[in-house]
């Protein structure tokens, strides 16, 4: 197979080409690899997504390129363009990248070197993971980065896109790259592709980049978890950090006019409304404590298997006490389903007779396809749409 010339190495900014197929090959879902000499669209690898856009014949018929692979085969580099029509072998077409989906990965995609350039000099940790995907960007890093660090990373990385730094990428000589102190995930050999960003970072990259860090426009950290002994970070830039933003905004504005309250005192009502909801739950579940000792109360003291049927809504804490005060009172099963006709969740425990309630649970699998678990003493799960009364017969017998 001859080798694909890669043309997005050249500038990233390239959007048209002219190119010609040399190989169309069908696959089972009904689509098509087709391989060009020559192509400007991007490949899936190092992490991020591939560039989609079109592909017209030189019979004016155009075909949507709906991702874009790379794999080394013959000694060559072969791009597959994974396309919704065949092409003929040998014809003449122009690829048209789209440009919206390559300049939103060309953003993320610079933000995160700067980012990660900015922790490698600042807390020494290495870039050990890195996602980009339409939707989401996540770098993992193989030390700990406190929300305070994060706040400040931020801070510089847009700073950074502020002062409208070069972004050089290159091919070095070899005798220049041994000298160059760079950033890689791993050992490489043989053309090494260098992205610097002037004053930030020096990365080993094959991926398509801005030219000047102010085409980032801003970069917003939007996540930071434990992960692995260190931490994963999620950032959004450019257009998508401007959306996600454009979303918080409007959350905090519904809030503020709910509240009738102004945007910076919103966390304060939320704070009250909070702390309303759980004194009014607390004082619902003393309540609901108080009527459920009346109903137990009622409850003839001679019976030796009970169950109870209560409403979807029956606090999980209350259903549980319920059934080892049953327990505690009773000789046989004694437990509580609560839901409607769609479904019910259940405790059941063995009263003081000890009976086994693995038996039980067997029985509503088999007969009732319960799902759940537990001990001899006790089992909990769910059930679904049910006569629940037959349920009842049947765990009685």
Known sequence: MNKTTELYYESAYIMEFDAEVIACIGTEDGRFELILD????????GGQSSDIGSIIDDNGVTYTVLHTSISEEGGGTVIRHITDGEIAVGSRVHGSVDWEHRFNNMQQHTGEHIFSGIVSRKFGYDNVGFHLSDSEVTMDYNGVLTPED?????????????????VIAEFPDKDRLDK?????KKELTGDVRIVTVEGYDVCACCAPHVEHTGEIGLLKVVGLQNYKKGVRVSILC???????????????????????TSADKVMASVNRLSEDNDSLKNKLNAANDKLMEYELNAIDK????????????????????????LAAEHSGYCGVFAGDE?????????????????TLMDMLKSEFDAKGGGSGAMIQGSIGSVDISKVIEKCSK
């Open 302 to 325: 001679g019976l030796s298997d009970v169950f109870l049927v209560k409403e979807k809504e029956f606090d999980q804490n209350l259903m549980r006490n319920t059934v080892n005060k």
């Open 238 to 260: 450019g257009k998508r950090a401007l959306l996600f933003l454009g979303k918080e905004h409007d959350m905090v504005t519904e809030l503020s006019n709910r509240f009738t």
């Open 180 to 184: 160059m102190d760079y950033r890689s």
């Open 342 to 358: 769609g479904g019910y969740k259940f405790i059941i425990a063995s009263g003081t007779d000890k009976k086994d309630c693995k």
């Open 150 to 166: 994060i706040k400040e990373i931020e801070l510089e990385v847009n700073g950074a896109i502020w002062k409208n730094v070069r």
């Open 38 to 45: 020559r192509t400007a669209f991007f490949p899936e690898q």
